[in-house]
């Protein structure tokens, strides 16, 4: 090599070190998503990702294998039986005293939180506008935070059946009057206003709201109320108002037709058994001839997202690094502020407080009876780990569907993006659904717990406290694993659970808005 050559190619390689440096440097610019390991709901691909293995090999090896007998399906799939209560419909006489019989004026609410978050603050704000014998503004929806979303109440919700199913209670109009155009969330959130009520305490009872919010209303005519979510008490309330609430959640929240129209379009298409899924041959081998296969399906919802793993300071089998970046999420999100991190994950999993894995979920249906031929709907939004995190649910149910999968691109395209959108469909086909599961707590499942409780639908809630201990025996075989879980399981179907003090009346209705049939 001459030296000309020596220097030319000495140049070159100089000049491709400075390109690649330079790439290194701007590929996080124009590709953070990539380096960001802070992104709420998957992590990202660089930071913190290894993909687990399967931790509880031989139960998983032996679920695969199962074979559960006919009438134990049968009586898995079976509809519960009428449990002595039924929902009351029959008007209550209201109590309040000292009421004029004009409306006060207008009541606003601002609710922030997710879909079933604000759904409750709705049915609060309801009762709220009886206490005070006041006109509702239809409640405004803040953005979600989380998932950026800005659907209004009018989005989601049916407005005009709001507002017909309600108007012997509670009168309701969509926008407050031309002399009151200026009480906006905007206005409220450029200075301190008279009119903006802040200071409403959690679970408030009816006498603060006349104490506190009433004179405000009677000097002004118009009051807002923000922050409003959890803001109503759920005890020492007279009949009618529990009832009122009830109706709000059961009866007048309807969801919009486009929801609907996409609820149903899966709802059929999980029931149709010759319906071949999109990217999906397995539909041609379902079994005709019995129980699952006949136009039945369970819906699971699946909560594990970042947010979830992180605060539950449990260990999910992703090694060291991910233990770095979940400690680091939760320094970030909570300021290392989470009591569950103070326990070992033995100890957190010996007490029932680490949320379900895909695969510890999926070996619980499978002893609880569901066969690999279930047709399973997943109603969730992204999961921690994404593919990779759900492959050994998907190993034990083959079968599993979400709306990708049941509906077209063309068919989501009204609801794609819109996260509350997204769960009201889920929300839709879960209530619908023969049977519902909830990996975990949370709203979505508080609100069905409660809404299904009201229609008498079978539900299974899981027993964390059971579960944890199971899953922490690494010597348990099959048969032990399936005798406990069905054991621990049998009266967690559905049975009414009568509300106790202090306890959600929306996950609770009974006994405030349910009668003895």
Same mark, same amino acid.
Not at 7 to 27: E, K, T, Y
Not at 112 to 124: A, K, S, W, Y
Not at 144 to 168: A, G, M, R, T, Y
Not at 213 to 228: D, E, K, T
């Given at each position: 090599?001459?030296?000309?050559?020596?220097?030319?190619?000495?140049?070159?390689?100089?000049?491709?070190?400075?390109?690649?440096?330079?790439?290194?440097?701007?590929?996080?610019?124009?590709?953070?998503?990539?380096?960001?390991?802070?992104?709420?709901?998957?992590?990202?691909?660089?930071?913190?990702?290894?993909?687990?293995?399967?931790?509880?090999?031989?139960?998983?090896?032996?679920?695969?294998?199962?074979?559960?007998?006919?009438?134990?399906?049968?009586?898995?799939?079976?509809?519960?039986?009428?449990?002595?209560?039924?929902?009351?419909?029959?008007?209550?006489?209201?109590?309040?005293?000292?009421?004029?019989?004009?409306?006060?004026?207008?009541?606003?609410?601002?609710?922030?939180?997710?879909?079933?978050?604000?759904?409750?603050?709705?049915?609060?704000?309801?009762?709220?506008?009886?206490?005070?014998?006041?006109?509702?503004?239809?409640?405004?929806?803040?953005?979600?935070?989380?998932?950026?979303?800005?659907?209004?109440?009018?989005?989601?919700?049916?407005?005009?059946?709001?507002?017909?199913?309600?108007?012997?209670?509670?009168?309701?109009?969509?926008?407050?009057?031309?002399?009151?155009?200026?009480?906006?969330?905007?206005?409220?959130?450029?200075?301190? /206003?008279?009119?903006?009520?802040?200071?409403?305490?959690?679970?408030?009872?009816?006498?603060?709201?006349?104490?506190?919010?009433?004179?405000?209303?009677?000097?002004?005519?118009?009051?807002?109320?923000?922050?409003?979510?959890?803001?109503?008490?759920?005890?020492?309330?007279?009949?009618?108002?529990?009832?009122?609430?009830?109706?709000?959640?059961?009866?007048?929240?309807?969801?919009?037709?486009?929801?609907?129209?996409?609820?149903?379009?899966?709802?059929?298409?999980?029931?149709?058994?010759?319906?071949?899924?999109?990217?999906?041959?397995?539909?041609?081998?379902?079994?005709?001839?019995?129980?699952?296969?006949?136009?039945?399906?369970?819906?699971?919802?699946?909560?594990?997202?970042?947010?979830?793993?992180?605060?539950?300071?449990?260990?999910?089998?992703?090694?060291?690094?991910?233990?770095?970046?979940?400690?680091?999420?939760?320094?970030?999100?909570?300021?290392?502020?989470?009591?569950?991190?103070?326990?070992?994950?033995?100890?957190? /999993?010996?007490?029932?407080?680490?949320?379900?894995?895909?695969?510890?979920?999926?070996?619980?249906?499978?002893?609880?009876?569901?066969?690999?031929?279930?047709?399973?709907?997943?109603?969730?939004?992204?999961?921690?780990?994404?593919?990779?995190?759900?492959?050994?649910?998907?190993?034990?149910?083959?079968?599993?569907?979400?709306?990708?999968?049941?509906?077209?691109?063309?068919?989501?395209?009204?609801?794609?993006?819109?996260?509350?959108?997204?769960?009201?469909?889920?929300?839709?086909?879960?209530?619908?659904?023969?049977?519902?599961?909830?990996?975990?707590?949370?709203?979505?499942?508080?609100?069905?717990?409660?809404?299904?409780?009201?229609?008498?639908?079978?539900?299974?809630?899981?027993?964390?406290?059971?579960?944890?201990?199971?899953?922490?025996?690494?010597?348990?075989?099959?048969?032990?694993?399936?005798?406990?879980?069905?054991?621990?399981?049998?009266? /967690?179907?559905?049975?009414? /659970?009568?509300?106790?003090?202090?306890?959600?009346?929306?996950?609770?209705?009974?006994?405030?808005?349910?009668?003895?049939?």
């Amino acid at each position: 090599m001459t030296m000309k050559q020596w220097l030319f190619h000495h140049q070159n390689q100089s000049q491709r070190m400075a390109f690649a440096g330079v790439f290194a440097i701007l590929l996080p610019i124009f590709f953070p998503h990539l380096f960001r390991p802070l992104g709420r709901a998957s992590p990202s691909l660089f930071s913190e990702w290894v993909a687990p293995r399967p931790r509880h090999l031989p139960l998983l090896k032996a679920a695969s294998n199962r074979h559960i007998p006919i009438r134990q399906q049968s009586e898995l799939w079976a509809p519960l039986p009428d449990q002595g209560w039924k929902a009351c419909n029959e008007p209550t006489t209201v109590s309040f005293e000292a009421l004029p019989a004009h409306s006060q004026g207008y009541i606003q609410v601002f609710l922030d939180g997710g879909l079933n978050q604000q759904r409750m603050g709705v049915c609060d704000a309801v009762a709220v506008a009886m206490i005070l014998n006041a006109t509702l503004v239809v409640p405004h929806l803040d953005l979600n935070p989380v998932w950026q979303d800005s659907s209004s109440f009018s989005d989601i919700f049916d407005v005009d059946h709001f507002i017909n199913v309600l108007s012997n209670e509670v009168k309701i109009v969509k926008e407050p009057p031309r002399e009151y155009a200026w009480s906006t969330r905007e206005y409220y959130a450029t200075g301190i /206003r008279p009119t903006r009520i802040k200071t409403a305490p959690v679970h408030a009872s009816a006498q603060w709201y006349q104490e506190n919010v009433l004179p405000v209303l009677q000097s002004y005519g118009i009051v807002a109320i923000a922050p409003f979510s959890h803001r109503l008490a759920f005890d020492q309330l007279p009949t009618h108002l529990q009832r009122l609430r009830c109706k709000v959640n059961f009866e007048a929240l309807a969801f919009v037709r486009d929801v609907k129209v996409l609820g149903d379009l899966i709802v059929n298409r999980l029931r149709n058994t010759h319906h071949q899924a999109l990217g999906s041959e397995l539909r041609e081998n379902i079994d005709g001839s019995g129980h699952e296969g006949s136009g039945k399906y369970v819906v699971l919802h699946l909560r594990f997202d970042k947010d979830m793993a992180a605060h539950s300071a449990c260990d999910f089998g992703g090694g060291k690094t991910e233990k770095l970046a979940l400690a680091k999420y939760r320094q970030v999100l909570w300021q290392g502020r989470v009591l569950n991190s103070q326990f070992t994950d033995n100890e957190l /999993r010996s007490q029932g407080r680490c949320p379900l894995t895909p695969e510890e979920i999926g070996l619980l249906l499978a002893a609880l009876g569901f066969s690999n031929n279930t047709r399973l709907y997943l109603a969730s939004h992204k999961v921690y780990g994404g593919e990779a995190r759900i492959a050994t649910l998907k190993q034990l149910f083959p079968l599993m569907e979400d709306k990708k999968t049941l509906a077209s691109a063309d068919e989501l395209a009204k609801v794609e993006g819109k996260a509350s959108l997204l769960a009201a469909v889920d929300y839709y086909v879960s209530l619908k659904s023969d049977i519902f599961i909830s990996a975990s707590p949370g709203n979505m499942h508080n609100a069905l717990v409660g809404h299904r409780a009201y229609l008498n639908s079978k539900t299974i809630r899981p027993n964390m406290v059971l579960l944890g201990p199971l899953f922490l025996n690494k010597s348990m075989v099959w048969p032990d694993f399936e005798a406990a879980v069905l054991n621990g399981h049998r009266n /967690r179907q559905g049975q009414i /659970r009568l509300r106790k003090e202090k306890q959600s009346i929306f996950t609770y209705p009974a006994p405030d808005c349910m009668c003895k049939s």
